[in-house]
């Protein structure tokens, strides 16, 4: 038995079948859990397929997550996708590039925060984590920037956000 919890979802893969069965009674019992579809967890959405040449797949998308995100902030996304996962010669930091501490004006900050900027943030790390690595760069240029997020770090937000959307299925 293999068993992965995370907060209040779990995901369980069994050779015996019983064994499934009673690790879940157990479970409902115990905690009031409930059974859901086992190819929608955490926001992934996986689909398991054999090929013809009898190799195991698992493609793993997180489509409702980044339609979700969309929506939310649509109206300040540019009107074609963007190709990139972060933008081009972005570099996000606490500091200029002379050294000096980067000075941001408070305004700015809680207008960003106002504007999700933190929400933004740790929907991309989640989808980062799971579905699309090649965001994870641009999520921990962004992470470094959460205690004075100014507008170039949400700009960039909400440009992985337009990328993740130009990439969905």
Same mark, same amino acid.
């Given at each position: 038995?293999l068993?992965?919890?995370h907060s209040? @979802?779990?995901? *369980?893969?069994?050779? @015996? +079948?019983a064994a499934?069965?009673?690790?879940?009674?157990?479970?409902?019992?115990?905690?009031?859990?409930? *059974?859901?579809?086992? +190819?929608f967890?955490?926001g992934?959405h996986?689909?398991?397929?054999t090929?013809?040449?009898? &190799?195991?797949?698992?493609?793993?998308?997180?489509?409702? +997550?980044?339609?979700?995100?969309?929506?939310? /902030?649509k109206?300040?996304?540019?009107?074609?996708p963007?190709e990139?996962?972060?933008? @081009?010669k &972005?570099f996000? +930091? &606490? $500091?200029?590039p002379?050294?000096e501490?980067?000075?941001? @004006?408070?305004?700015?900050?809680?207008?960003?925060?106002?504007?999700?900027?933190? %929400?933004?943030?740790?929907?991309?790390?989640?989808?980062?984590r799971?579905?699309?690595?090649?965001?994870?760069?641009? !999520?921990?240029?962004? !992470?470094?920037?959460? %205690?004075m997020? /100014?507008?170039e770090a949400?700009?960039?937000?909400? $440009?992985?956000?337009s /990328?993740? $959307?130009?990439?969905?299925?």
């Amino acid at each position: 038995v293999l068993m992965a919890v995370h907060s209040d @979802d779990a995901d *369980m893969v069994c050779e @015996d +079948s019983a064994a499934g069965v009673y690790i879940c009674e157990q479970f409902r019992q115990r905690f009031g859990i409930k *059974m859901a579809a086992p +190819s929608f967890m955490l926001g992934v959405h996986r689909n398991k397929w054999t090929g013809a040449d009898g &190799t195991t797949y698992l493609e793993m998308t997180q489509q409702k +997550s980044v339609d979700d995100i969309y929506e939310e /902030y649509k109206d300040q996304l540019p009107d074609r996708p963007r190709e990139t996962p972060f933008p @081009d010669k &972005t570099f996000l +930091s &606490t $500091h200029t590039p002379d050294g000096e501490p980067r000075k941001v @004006d408070p305004d700015e900050i809680a207008y960003n925060y106002k504007r999700g900027y933190m %929400h933004m943030c740790g929907t991309l790390l989640w989808m980062s984590r799971n579905c699309y690595p090649e965001i994870a760069q641009g !999520c921990h240029q962004l !992470c470094k920037l959460m %205690h004075m997020p /100014y507008n170039e770090a949400y700009d960039a937000a909400l $440009h992985m956000i337009s /990328y993740l $959307h130009g990439q969905r299925d």
